[in-house]
């Protein structure tokens, strides 16, 4: 279970959010929506452990957010994750997930064609429609084996083909007992999904 205890968040004199509480249980779905600048991304970036709260807590279990054993079940997907345009997609999404090259080699080639890039593992990244990019950087999410998935936007640049590949790979992820926050201006036909308002 992920708990967050009284968290708030300040950007220079905005104040975001304040005690804010919630907990999100394993197989659970967590849309958090808001308007433009409401703290999504602040949100999602203090949970990954990339931002820093003002007061408050979170905890993965009994792990607190800056132990090995929290951040090792983190897998964050920023709004704005960007590809080097000089590499293939194959070695981008080897770059992305840190993953050694000769042994896991199947296993990028595979998570590129679950999301719809079979053929292209060798082009050059900066021959991309935007949303073929999207694609390499949201293909980590058929490598990941962390438990929590924090997704900033995931759906944009997608195509409805697209959202459909992702929509499905959060749903198969928390029913094996994940975990997944994410934030969208889009619909989204996520089943059983729960709704954070900041
Ligand atoms: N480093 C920073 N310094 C100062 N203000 C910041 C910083 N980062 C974000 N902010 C401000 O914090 C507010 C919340 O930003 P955030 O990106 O979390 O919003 P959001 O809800 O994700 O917005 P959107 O829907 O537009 O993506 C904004 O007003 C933004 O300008």
């Known amino acids: 279970m992920l708990k967050v205890d009284n968290l708030s968040c300040q950007k220079g004199y905005n104040l975001l ?19 433009n600048g409401s703290g999504k991304t602040s949100l999602l970036k203090i949970l ?47 770059f992305l997930t840190k993953l050694n090259k000769s042994t896991k080699q199947i296993q990028l080639t595979k998570a590129l064609s679950s999301i719809g890039l079979k053929g292209y593992e060798n082009e050059y990244c900066d021959k991309l429609s ?4 999207r694609r390499v950087i949201l293909a980590g999410l058929f490598i990941s084996n962390a438990k929590i998935w924090l997704l900033d936007e995931p759906f944009t640049a ?9 929509e499905s790979r959060i749903t198969k992820h928390c029913k094996q007992g994940g975990l997944c926050l994410f934030t969208t201006h889009q619909n989204s036909d996520l089943l059983n999904q729960k709704v954070l308002a900041l």
């Open 158 to 166: 997608l195509d409805t083909d697209g959202v459909t590949i992702i």
């Open 130 to 133: 935007a949303g073929q990019k």
């Open 48 to 94: 990954a452990g990339l931002d820093i709260q003002e007061q408050g807590n979170v905890f993965l279990d009994n792990h607190a957010l800056k132990s090995e054993a929290y951040q090792q079940e983190i897998f964050y997907l920023g709004h704005l994750s960007t590809l080097s345009e000089e590499l293939s997609t194959l070695e981008n999404l080897e």
């Open 17 to 35: 959010f304040s005690n804010l509480s919630f907990k999100v249980n394993s197989g659970d779905i967590l849309r958090i929506t808001g308007t």
